[in-house]
């Protein structure tokens, strides 16, 4: 705990520069585009006076690095701006749309955790049987399909003309029943698992037939122990923690790709705010939805750093001399 502790400052302040140089790209990039928050909230048939005055009150006038950082400071005490197309605090809309893509991400991400793994020991046991061979195979396809296909593969399968099974898009919050808001999870979550459950199953696969071929298990197999406890009590611990530095790693990327699968479903999530807010020319929108994207990103790259170093305590001298 003290060489995490001892490595987690630097980890923190890398973070924040890093941070910074996504803020300043993000805010450089929305200045550049044509037309600009006053033009947009008077439309092109403004009055050139109207338009000139309404610059100099939003301070659109002012410098660049003035503009960035009294945004960035404003950003940092909570105030997102206005929505342009909605004239209302951004914040909200935020906060909202971000807490169901964290809902779906993480049943996503549960799914993936649990199949994945269950899947990738027994693939591992069963090495070259007909069922590692399925599984892979299954796998393979899974991710050689683009979300969009598979998404709209499985609607038409289960919400369309074949089988009218789960309602095709949308979402409907748990206090209106549970079956309800599971209903419209499932789909959405079985799409973006598909793309990740073939490196997990094959990552977990790898590392069972490699932890299962060492010295000390082959020790525990002579001891007399039942093959059951000699892979949950030997094997499981080491072989799991590549698999699990891959699960938290890409659970970033998974909060990131989530865009196609909301979209596909018309789910309410903060990537399908990031595309119509694009879509609208929303600006503070969309420097808050890319910012707070890039922000989960980020941190959830660091959560697997620690999470890898406490499975792992060599890990830890190693960052330490590092």
């Known amino acids: 705990m003290k060489a995490i502790l001892r490595i987690l400052p630097k980890r923190l302040t890398v973070i924040l520069i890093t941070l910074l140089l996504i803020s300043l790209l993000i805010f450089g990039i929305t200045q550049i585009l044509p037309g600009d928050a006053a033009f947009m909230m008077l439309g092109q048939w403004s009055n050139p006076e109207a338009l000139a005055k309404l610059r100099d009150q939003m301070g659109l006038d002012d410098p660049f690095w003035v503009q960035y950082l009294k945004w960035l400071t404003n950003f940092i005490q909570g105030d997102f701006g206005k929505s342009l197309t909605m004239g209302i605090p951004v914040k909200p809309i935020i906060m909202d749309h971000l807490a169901h893509s964290l809902v779906l991400g993480l049943f996503s991400f549960c799914g993936i955790a649990v199949f994945g793994i269950l899947l990738g020991v027994l693939c591992g046991i069963k090495k070259d049987s007909w069922f590692d061979q399925m599984v892979s195979s299954l796998g393979f396809i899974g991710v050689s399909i683009p979300e ?103 659970f970033g990327w998974l909060m990131g790709g989530i865009v196609v699968v909301e979209t596909v479903f018309s789910f309410p999530g903060l990537g399908r705010l990031t595309i119509l807010a694009i879509q609208k020319r929303d600006i503070p929108m969309i420097q808050a939805s890319i910012l707070i994207t890039a922000f989960i990103y980020i941190f959830a790259n660091l959560l697997a750093d620690l999470l890898y170093m406490i499975l792992d305590p060599r890990t830890r001298t190693e960052s330490v001399s590092y």
């Open 148 to 250: 969009f296909v598979s998404g709209s593969l499985l609607v038409l399968l289960f919400a369309g003309s074949v089988w009218q099974i789960f309602p095709a898009g949308g979402y409907t919050p748990l206090t209106e029943g549970f079956w309800p808001w599971l209903s419209r999870l499932i789909l959405p979550s079985v799409t973006l698992m598909l793309v990740l459950f073939a490196y997990v199953v094959r990552m977990t696969r790898s590392s069972i037939i490699e932890v299962l071929e060492t010295n000390y298990v082959r020790t525990a197999r002579l001891k007399g122990l039942d093959e059951k406890w000699v892979i949950i009590r030997h094997a499981l611990r080491n072989a799991l923690m590549p698999t699990v530095t891959l699960l938290a790693n890409n």
